[in-house]
């Protein structure tokens, strides 16, 4: 605002009106008008370069979060896991010899690739190698049981060749083991918590039964004697044989 070219009566009214001082003559009033304008500038804020890096603005990278692999394989581990289950309650009702041993060999095996689906599903590589130590151990079963009608292989009494039981098991074992190939970086490393504790209560089922069947330890056998200094009775392991403190009279004496 160009105060110079106002008067002294202009410029102690407008003094007057923003509560400044009005004595003075016209250059102390313009200074004191020009100061009161600078008081209502906005200042200057200076902020440090590691402030203003906080504002600054964030390039974020989103990451493809779809675990494709773990879940189809999971649940192809988990039908099958159905299926193997199913055959072994069926054969629980047949009567054949020793078709209900198979039967819930059949079942424990159907329950193990069920726990390595659901692991397998939670996107841990250990789901997919407890998958494969199944179909190991599956495998030879289905060898070995392939002249017989049981659930535990498909030759079902030699009624389909043994190659067939083997190419199965094979191509069972390369379909689980193409996560590890394809896609790796999809599974996490490391043992899982549902794996931990299905291990744990195994522990804790094996321990009662170890402590069950544990004898408990026998009770020592001991004998009345009476000290030959004061006649206090005491007692001493019926095979001891020696030197005895007394604990009433604090004596020595022989026990044979």
Not at 3 to 18: A, F, G, H, P, V
Not at 25 to 53: C, F, H, S
Not at 108 to 117: D, K, M, N, S, T
Not at 234 to 246: E, Q, T
Request: net charge negative.
């Amino acid at each position: 605002m160009n105060y110079d070219s106002m008067t002294l009566i202009q410029l102690k009214t407008m003094c007057k009106d923003r509560g400044l001082r009005v004595s003075g003559n016209k250059a102390e009033v313009v200074i004191r008008l020009m100061e009161d304008d600078e008081g209502e500038l906005p200042q200057q804020v200076n902020i440090p370069m590691q402030q203003m890096t906080q504002f600054a603005p964030q390039i974020i990278r989103l990451e493809n979060t779809s675990k494709v692999f773990p879940v189809v394989w999971g649940l192809l581990i988990i039908f099958y896991a159905m299926f193997r289950s199913y055959v072994g309650m069926m054969f629980l009702t047949f009567d054949g010899e020793g078709s209900g041993f198979e039967a819930l060999i059949a079942i424990a095996l159907g329950l193990g690739y069920l726990l390595c689906g659901v692991i397998t599903m939670q996107g841990h590589k250990e789901g997919i190698y407890g998958t494969l130590i199944v179909l190991l151990i599956s495998g030879s079963l289905s060898i070995i049981y392939h002249n017989e009608f049981s659930p535990l292989s498909i030759g079902m009494g030699d009624v389909f060749p043994l190659e067939w039981t083997i190419c199965c098991s094979a191509s069972c074992i390369m379909i689980v083991s193409i996560p590890l190939l394809a896609a790796p970086n999809e599974f996490k490393e490391g043992e899982s918590q549902l794996f931990n504790s299905v291990i744990g209560k195994v522990n804790t089922v094996r321990s009662s039964a170890q402590s069950t069947n544990s004898t408990p330890p026998s009770v020592e056998d001991k004998v009345v004697i009476s000290c030959d200094h004061c006649s206090k009775s005491l007692k001493v392991p019926s095979d001891f044989s020696g030197n005895v403190r007394c604990p009433m009279c604090k004596e020595k004496f022989r026990v044979d």
